[in-house]
């Protein structure tokens, strides 16, 4: 896990040059008016509610996957998605990047909103195993400061970018902060733009009960992948849920608001 590859450059390069690039079709949703843009306490420290350190996959016989989309948000593209994921009625988690999740609030409130998790992708997306704990720990904790900031949560989960992060700096963020590191079990490489199709069976044959399937909002093809990739997965008998769900731990979500579980899951105040 602390290899880096081609990923390194190309997934920087995509983020650089697909912000820019407007997608047709998509459609925007009012932003639903329940999530408080602004929490009136401290962000509070987590829990320590469990012993996951790390995980690659959810050990379950539950007919649900957990679907991640990293990198976001994207002022089209995670619009886009919510759009097709509200459609399929699948709740999905974002590993969001801190300086994104800063640039796009009302993005961040509309994925809480319908009922989506938000994780922690870091401040910068560095390659955190060339990082010594205290800015690991930096990186780590600005992005749970700008997601709390921003919809009323904290993240329960921390993405490493590139999946590159040692077993003992996954210990030391687990013990310094109660996250537990998400790695993934599915990975259809959609940052190669290998093709729509292709993404989508990548996707599909990979989904099996308790897989994390990883995926980029910042790519227009993984987007056009997603319909497939839902039809394909649903077909199994298999529900896209949070990581949370797929857990089964308590709901990650907005202080002070209930979450109404179900494929039509949501938050109420
Ligand atoms: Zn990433």
């Known amino acids: 896990m602390t290899k880096i590859n081609r990923r390194t450059l190309m997934s920087g390069a995509g983020a650089l040059t697909l912000a820019g690039v407007a997608q047709a079709g998509f459609a925007s949703h009012a932003v639903a008016q329940s999530v408080p843009a602004v929490p009136t306490r401290p962000m509070p420290a987590l829990a320590r509610t469990h012993d996951t350190v790390s995980l690659t996959a959810v050990q379950t016989n539950r007919p649900r996957v957990a679907l991640t989309f990293d990198d976001g948000p994207h002022p089209q ?6 759009d097709i994921l509200a459609q399929y009625r699948a709740k999905a988690t974002f590993y969001v990047i ?8 009302e993005i ?5 909103a319908e009922g989506h998790e938000i994780g922690n992708h870091t401040f910068t997306h560095p390659v955190l195993s060339q990082l010594g704990d205290g800015n690991v720990l930096r990186e780590v904790d ?12 904290v993240p329960v989960t921390m993405r490493p970018p590139y999946g590159s992060f040692s077993h003992r700096q996954m210990r030391m963020l687990f013990d310094q902060r109660n996250l537990t590191s998400v790695v993934w079990s599915v ?3 959609d940052w190669r733009r290998p093709g729509v199709s292709v993404v989508a069976d990548r996707m599909v044959r990979g989904a099996r009960p308790g897989a994390v ?10 987007i056009r992948a997603v ?3 839902l ?10 849920v949070t990581m949370s769900d797929l857990l089964a731990w308590p709901h990650w979500g907005p202080r002070g608001l209930r979450y109404v579980a179900g494929p039509a899951g949501h938050y109420q105040g």
Not at 142 to 153: N, P, Y
Not at 231 to 240: E, H, N, S, Y
């Open 77 to 82: 593209n995670t619009p886009w998605l919510l």
């Open 98 to 105: 801190g300086q994104n999740a800063r640039r796009y609030p």
């Open 108 to 112: 961040m409130r509309r994925i809480v």
């Open 142 to 153: 600005r992005t749970q400061q700008i997601v709390w900031d921003t919809v009323g949560a």
């Open 187 to 189: 990975d259809p490489q």
């Open 213 to 222: 399937i990883l995926a980029h909002d910042i790519h227009g093809p993984t």
């Open 227 to 229: 319909p497939a990739a």
């Open 231 to 240: 039809d394909g997965i649903l077909a199994q008998g298999l529900q896209p």
